[in-house]
């Protein structure tokens, strides 16, 4: 499994969330919903170790996201918020590339592979 969550609580000083079990294969899509202040945000900061966890562990590609530099977490995951601003005149395309990057120094460009992969 690429992402795993194993009896996990999220939140700050009490859970939003939690007894959390679940994991998502590479390629797998899910969509969280929810109203407002139930935990949609605060499951995805703790995915990426933003925030710490109340309990439990969520792994990626088997390895547990508190051993895990926030470089390593971002060359595996990729989150753009709602509200985040995004530059005038860019495609979903050059969104989406933004997260190829990652694996290069800042003057490279794409490779075919990852333009098909985009």
């Given at each position: 499994m690429f992402l795993e969550l194993k009896n996990t609580?999220?939140?700050?000083?009490?859970?939003l969330i939690r007894g959390i079990e679940t994991d998502l294969a590479l390629g797998e899509i899910c969509l969280l919903i929810g109203n407002n202040g139930v935990g949609k945000t605060t499951l995805i900061k703790s995915i990426l170790?933003?925030?710490?966890l109340i309990s439990g562990d969520i792994l990626l590609d088997g390895k547990n996201i508190k051993t895990l530099s926030n470089k390593e977490i971002a060359e595996r995951v990729a989150v753009v918020f709602s509200k985040s601003q995004i530059p005038a005149n860019y495609t979903l395309t050059d969104l989406v590339s933004l997260g190829k990057y990652i694996h290069y120094p800042y003057y490279f460009e794409l490779n075919a592979q990852d333009q098909n992969e985009v």
């Open positions: 609580a999220v939140g700050y000083k009490t859970p170790n933003q925030i710490s």
